[in-house]
């Protein structure tokens, strides 16, 4: 005979511990998701932007797992999977505004869209805010597209930021002519 109520109390007892363990043990299975995905990655296997997104479901605020997803719809150069991507870097900067990196693959996914404006002005705003002179002499190559005057500007506080960096001055040495 079973004894339904013991049955009862214990299936609300293995409930309440899986919820438990569920809460306690999700940012330990997001990160474990992003390993997998960076072994598909490196393997070149097409499902490391599926265990990226299962990482950002499980845990919405593992920034390594956004900016993986995201750099991997970057390197996949489809317009649909740079699409995706740039939407989901979206959602994670309104959380987390001031995550350069998931920015600097945002403008990256954006270039290849070829909407210069919209990369130019991210990566401004990463090379402004981590004083980054890579990022400004991409900021100063999209705004080559539509003012060279504004590119000017980046280049030159490129410059001051690493006067020996030879991309922006010879950028800058092109636009001078």
């Not at 409930?15 to 992003?34: E, H, I, Y």
């Not at 919405?60 to 489809?78: H, Q, T």
Request: aromatic share 6%.
């Amino acid at each position: 005979m079973i004894d339904w109520r013991a049955t009862l109390r214990r299936f609300a007892v293995v409930t309440v511990a899986l919820a438990c363990a569920a809460l306690t043990l999700r940012g330990a299975l997001s990160s474990a998701l992003v390993t997998r995905g960076d072994v598909l990655l490196y393997a070149r296997g097409a499902r490391a932007r599926v265990m990226y997104r299962r990482a950002l479901e499980v845990d919405p605020a593992n920034l390594a797992a956004a900016d993986r997803y995201v750099f991997a719809g970057f390197l996949s150069r489809r317009s649909g999977e740079l699409r995706d991507a740039i939407e989901t870097a979206g959602r994670v900067l309104q959380a987390y505004p001031h995550d350069t990196t998931l920015r600097m693959d945002r403008a990256l996914c954006l270039q290849l869209l070829k909407n210069y404006d919209s990369a130019e002005r991210e990566f401004e705003r990463v090379g402004r805010e981590r004083r980054d002179v890579e990022a400004l002499a991409l900021a100063a190559a999209d705004a080559r597209r539509t003012s060279s005057q504004s590119a000017i500007s980046l280049l030159l506080l490129a410059r001051s930021i690493d006067p020996r960096y030879l991309p922006v001055r010879a950028a800058l040495a092109r636009l001078r002519r």
